[in-house]
């Protein structure tokens, strides 16, 4: 028998797995706070973890654009959103990586800062696709829009603060051009945030 609500779509389960892959970005960023804590767990299989269960969503998403005749919004938009929340926990993986390399030589750095903004731009990307499932409250989602414009802010802020020592006269060259890529690596998360944001966004505008 045919299931009409297959065919005609499946609007909750879309919704799901964009929260569900907001949920990983998060995930990626509490583990990376683990792996910076003293005594922290020195393994990459957190974030790997993180990452293949988001390529896993955005799979079974593209899946059910193919096989869903009736989506809750255009197939592009969900594209976009779908990739713009994958490239969070891929980012935090990319530090992961470099940091663990290079672990000896930025043992004395204080990563702290930039991580809670990572928290607090991903925390704010999981409520935007929450409140898009509770009912594309547009209001709300525009206020965490904000919120997430003035973590961008402030993390770019503490970037240049980060930056200021690195050309200083004697600082070590190979561990300044170490520290550029990972501070603007961290950086990078929180501007991923807000891709996805804006995503959200203008689907929600679109929509409304």
Do not use: W
Not at 104 to 112: E, L, P, S, T, Y
Not at 118 to 135: I, N
Request: hydrophobic share 45%.
């Amino acid at each position: 028998m045919i299931s009409f609500q297959r065919i005609l779509g499946r609007e909750e389960e879309f919704f799901e797995l964009l929260e569900a892959s907001a949920q990983e970005a998060c995930a990626a960023v509490a583990a990376l706070d683990s792996l910076l804590s003293p005594g922290g767990n020195r393994s990459l299989e957190a974030f790997a973890a993180a990452r293949r269960k988001d390529k896993q969503i955005t799979n079974t998403l593209e899946e059910m654009l193919i096989t869903t005749f009736v989506t809750p919004m255009e197939r592009e938009d969900i594209e976009a959103l779908a990739d713009a929340l994958y490239k969070v926990p891929k980012t935090v993986e990319k530090f992961a990586e470099r940091y663990l390399i290079v672990v000896d030589r930025v043992k004395d750095i204080d990563f702290n800062g930039q991580v809670k903004l990572m928290a607090e731009a991903t925390q704010l990307v999981l409520r935007m696709t929450q409140a898009l499932k509770a009912g594309r409250d547009l209001g709300r989602i525009k206020g965490y829009q904000n919120e997430l414009q003035r973590v961008e802010e402030r993390a770019d802020d503490l970037l240049l603060t980060l930056m200021q020592p690195l050309y200083q006269p004697g600082f070590d060259a190979l561990k300044a051009v170490i520290l550029y890529d990972l501070f603007a690596l961290n950086e990078k998360v929180v501007d991923r945030c807000r891709d996805a944001g804006n995503v959200l966004s203008h689907v929600l505008l679109k929509n409304s």
